[in-house]
């Protein structure tokens, strides 16, 4: 059994940044990729990032070059750093995680940009 935790979450102003932290209960090496993922309300869940076992990201192309994705394998947690944050990226961000056929899902943490 696999557990992603997400915290980070929060109330931001537009302009500004945030960091969301992942921490899995197992070795991130046990996975073949890891992502971040967000859902507003009425629209469909859409890719924000991912990395792979060997470094590789991608980024969906709302959010490139405004948010960073990176690892810890230390700590066994996945970060996204989101900067010039816009009230377009107010969502419930997800942190995912693939392991051969299988999908594994944190319980999301509500990101809003307002002032």
């Known amino acids: 059994q696999v ?6 979450g929060g ?3 537009p302009g500004g940044p945030l960091t969301l932290s992942c921490v899995s209960s197992t070795n991130i090496f046990n996975f073949n990729a890891m992502g971040w ?5 009425g629209k469909q869940r859409e ?11 991608d980024y969906g192309d709302s959010v490139k070059g ?3 994705i990176s690892r810890d394998t230390a700590t066994n947690t996945v970060y996204l750093q989101m ?3 816009k009230p377009e990226d107010t969502a419930v961000y997800y942190c995912h995680a693939h392991i051969l ?3 594994y899902w944190g319980q999301g943490t509500q ?4 002032s």
């Open 3 to 8: 557990q992603l935790v997400e915290s980070g």
């Open 11 to 13: 109330l931001v102003q």
């Open 37 to 41: 993922y967000r859902q507003a309300p």
């Open 47 to 57: 890719l924000v990032a991912k990395i792979n076992v060997g470094g590789r990201t």
């Open 66 to 68: 405004r948010f960073t």
């Open 83 to 85: 900067n010039s944050l």
């Open 101 to 103: 056929r299988n999908d």
């Open 111 to 114: 990101v809003t940009v307002s």
